[in-house]
């Protein structure tokens, strides 16, 4: 079983800054894509930003140059650096993983994390 645990939302003031981290945890060998969506209220779920197992990302526009996204290939994490925060990327922020290797098995199926709040203020 392949669990995605978030941390590092909260509440910051416009133009500050959040880290938020993922840890993929099981009988995991290795994953192909690891990434980070969020959905605003009454919004759809939109990506981020993702990061494939050979570094390719792929970003939003809307966050292209304040967001970083970075993987841990070693312990299975994910991470999102958020800088130059703005009151619109206030949303609750999943963690997302597809192509995931255990020790029998080749799963295809994306995985979420429960979801962490980021709130930015003005």
């Known amino acids: 079983q392949v669990q995605l645990v978030e941390s590092g939302g909260g509440l910051v003031q416009a133009g500050e800054s959040l880290r938020l981290s993922c840890a993929a945890t099981g009988s995991i060998v290795k994953i192909n894509l690891m990434g980070w969506y969020r959905q605003a209220p009454g919004r759809e779920r939109e990506l981020v930003a993702a990061?494939?197992?050979?570094?390719?990302?792929n970003y939003a526009d809307s966050v292209k140059g304040r967001f970083t996204i970075s993987r841990d290939y070693t312990k299975n994490t994910v991470a999102l650096q958020m800088d130059s925060l703005k009151s619109e990327d206030t949303a609750v922020y999943y963690c997302?993983?597809?192509?995931?290797?255990?020790?029998?098995?080749?799963?295809?199926?994306?995985?979420w994390g429960r979801g962490t709040q980021v709130t930015v203020s003005t």
């Open positions: 997302n993983s597809v192509g995931v290797w255990t020790p029998t098995e080749f799963y295809t199926i994306a995985y």
């Open positions: 990061m494939s197992r050979g570094g390719s990302t």
